[in-house]
């Protein structure tokens, strides 16, 4: 594996790949990485001659001092793990060689990131946007692998590779959850005994979700259930529960039945933020 720190020997790298025709595909993470960030990169590499990986705490998508400081941070451990992946470069960029574009993207989001995330995160989408532009522009992969686990993010990313990038395809991943159910993420690491344990019910309650979708149960219905049962759970606190349409994730009317539409909810354990979502099957 070539670990390479700066956009030009990264594009130089890469330039003599392409004269080769390889498919490059690409996974951006933020580093801690765990077996979600793991799938991405197997499913890159089953589906490309090349892997790339970035790993960049991007300080422009944090809107909380606090949250960036206490991002978890593991470079040592995550070169050993990506060793063993399928990734062949693992991009290492500093923010002065990321940033360089003097003009930032204009993006039609279509609202999308007003809303939920967006709107409890002022900027943070806007971070996201810059930080993935800059990545896109200095890899100019083929494919580029990114979780539904951060959904609105997703459908974000689509719409940037459609207005500025699009010939890269986005290729959606499952989340990848912990036997109880919690989706994996880098700031589970940061939970204690008992904020751990009260995570894993986020799941659980969410799957009941999907039961009573099933069972015809409206909009409301599923959302006043989730509402209540989260806060039940001592040691969580609920910043928002959606049922959304999947395109644009705006809220869905609240007497149609829930099956079809998507579940995001944002809850706070223990002093993390952690996200989750599920689609309400039919
Ligand atoms: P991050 O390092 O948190 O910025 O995540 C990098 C990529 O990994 C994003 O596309 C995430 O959506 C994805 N990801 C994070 N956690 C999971 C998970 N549990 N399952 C699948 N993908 C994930």
């Known amino acids: 594996m070539e670990i390479i720190k700066t ?88 923010y002065n060689d990321i940033f360089t574009k003097d003009l930032p993207v204009a993006l039609d989001l279509d609202g999308l990131d007003a809303i939920w995330e967006g709107a409890f995160r002022p900027g943070h989408f806007k971070g996201v946007v810059d930080v993935v532009d800059a990545l896109f522009d200095a890899v100019q992969p083929h494919k580029a692998y990114f979780g539904r686990k951060d959904f609105q993010q997703l459908l974000i990313i689509r719409k940037l590779a459609e207005q500025y990038y699009p010939t890269i395809e986005i290729v959606e991943c499952k989340i990848v959850r912990e036997p109880d159910g919690l989706a994996m993420s880098s700031r589970n690491a ?21 039961v009573m979708a099933v069972q015809h149960a409206t909009v409301k219905q599923v959302a006043d259930f989730a509402m209540n049962s989260l ?52």
């Not at 030009?8 to 392409?18: G, M």
């Not at 809107?63 to 693992?90: H, M, Q, T, W």
């Open 190 to 210: 940061r939970l204690d005994g008992e904020g751990r344990k009260a995570a894993g019910s986020i799941n659980r309650i969410l799957s009941e979700c999907q």
């Open 231 to 282: 806060q039940l759970v001592p040691g969580l606190k609920t910043e928002y529960i959606a049922v959304c349409d999947k395109n644009t994730l705006f809220s869905a009317p609240a007497e149609k039945s829930a099956c079809g539409y998507m579940l995001l909810v944002a809850v706070w354990c223990a002093g993390v933020r952690l996200i989750d979502n599920f689609y309400l099957k039919g």
């Open 7 to 94: 956009r030009s020997e990264l594009r130089k790298y890469l330039e003599n790949k392409r004269i080769n025709h390889s498919a490059i595909g690409f996974v951006p993470t933020m580093g801690a990485l765990h077996q979600g960030h793991i799938s991405l990169i197997s499913q890159s590499a089953a589906q490309n001659d090349l892997t790339v990986v970035s790993i960049f705490v991007n300080p422009r998508q944090f809107n909380d001092r606090n949250d960036f400081e206490k991002y978890p941070r593991n470079i040592d451990a995550d070169i050993k793990l990506l060793e063993y992946s399928g990734c062949n470069v693992l991009f290492l960029p500093e």
